[in-house]
């Protein structure tokens, strides 16, 4: 976003919200999403809770951390000066398309921690069968996707008309920045995708772990009572 005079007070501000937009949405988030997709086939178990056995890997605190402790102030900082780039420009807000779908991705994103602790730590019996997830757990997976699609939307709108129309196209938006969004969706979807191989060896784990020999597994919640119903996160 150089030419051959400094970005201004605006642009400048307008640039930290699409760099922390970028940062928290397009990169933290998806890290944390690999995460918990990888690392649960390839990291042991532990029991959390004895009675009944509720086991757990250390994939959810790693998930659990990068989601909303690494990922939560970047993208409320983002949002914050979005909301100050809105207030210097006097044109109210959550008025034009990206501004609405701003406060619509921060909803769902609030929406998602809750559901993601909902999910982890109250074990619902499922309605599946012993041993499969109830809904809550691939409503959690498909929001997440959702969301990511929906930011790389924003994103998009940002760099390719929300910029222009923000600042008045005093200075373009670099084709740096417009290739390492390219980038950034095709390296997530791609690893995504190959990640999802590794959905057999986890359920085959899964049912190792339900039978009482558990090796490297996704989160287990095992309810031991007389139906020898158990649930998987």
Known sequence: M????????????????????????????????LVARYARTFTPVY????????????????????????????????????????????LGHFLDPHQ?????????????????????FIKL???????????????HVFLGLVILVLAAEQVHYGLYIEWAFATGGLHVVPMAAKRAWIALIVIFWVLYLAGLALVPRQFSQE????????????????????SGDVQSA
Do not use: C
């Open 47 to 90: 029991v959390v809770i004895p009675s009944p056995t509720w086991i757990s890997g250390i994939w959810f605190p790693v998930h659990f951390v990068v989601q909303l402790f690494l990922s939560g102030p970047v993208i409320f900082a983002a949002w914050y000066y979005g909301w100050k780039t809105s207030d210097v420009l006097g």
């Open 207 to 226: 049912k190792r772990a339900r039978h009482g020999t558990p090796t490297k597994s996704d989160e287990i919640g095992l309810q031991n009572n007389h």
């Open 100 to 120: 609405k779908m701003g406060l619509a991705l921060l909803i769902l994103y609030v929406l998602q921690l809750l559901l993601g602790l909902f999910t982890h």
């Open 2 to 33: 150089a030419t051959s005079f400094p970005l201004q007070p605006l642009e400048i501000m307008a640039k930290n919200h699409a760099i922390l937009s970028t940062t928290g949405f397009l990169i933290l988030l998806p890290v944390g999403v």
């Open 125 to 139: 019996r499922s309605p599946f069968g012993p041993g499969t997830r109830s809904p809550q757990n691939y409503f």
